[in-house]
């Protein structure tokens, strides 16, 4: 499981440290793509084949599922680590979450999400924190 919260740099080449914590979890290689709300989102190999699994039995028949497919498959991309600990994001998901220099790596679970720092502090807004926890507690979520 992904947890934490980083903050780093995109060089001028597109490249970014992965975190040694996620790494490790993560292995050799995995993938990237477009996530919701402006962030990308990171998958291991494995994750990546589960999510695979689910989408096929996908009903293609309604326009959103064959939207969001397109949206969610097409931007994706594999990754591999360098030997210095770096990723190469590729310059189409780069531009989709507006990474141009300072990031934030954040662990949510089954995956990671890149975000651009300003739009990260700007989502991260936790005012209305009570009102989403009594919307978790009708989704049968309690902590």
């Known amino acids: 499981m992904f947890m934490g919260e980083y903050n780093h740099t995109v060089d001028a080449k597109g490249r970014m440290i992965m975190p040694a914590k996620f790494r490790e979890q993560l292995g050799e290689q995995f993938v990237v793509t477009k996530g919701v709300d402006g962030c990308l989102y ?4 494995e994750e990546w084949g589960r999510i695979e699994e689910k989408f096929r039995e996908v009903n293609l028949t ?8 397109r949206f969610f498959f097409a931007g994706a991309a594999t990754c591999d680590v ?3 600990g ?5 310059p189409v998901l780069r531009n ?3 990474l141009e220099k300072d990031v934030v790596l954040v662990g949510v679970m ?4 890149i975000w651009d720092k300003a739009k990260y502090e700007e989502a991260s807004s936790y005012d209305d924190m009570d009102e989403i926890v009594e919307h978790m507690a009708e989704l049968g979520l309690s902590i």
């Open 42 to 45: 990171v998958y291991s190999s």
């Open 62 to 69: 309604t326009k959103d599922a064959r939207k969001f497919m």
């Open 82 to 84: 360098d030997k210095q």
């Open 110 to 113: 089954t995956k990671i999400e």
């Open 86 to 90: 770096r990723i190469l994001i590729p």
């Open 96 to 98: 989709f979450a507006g």
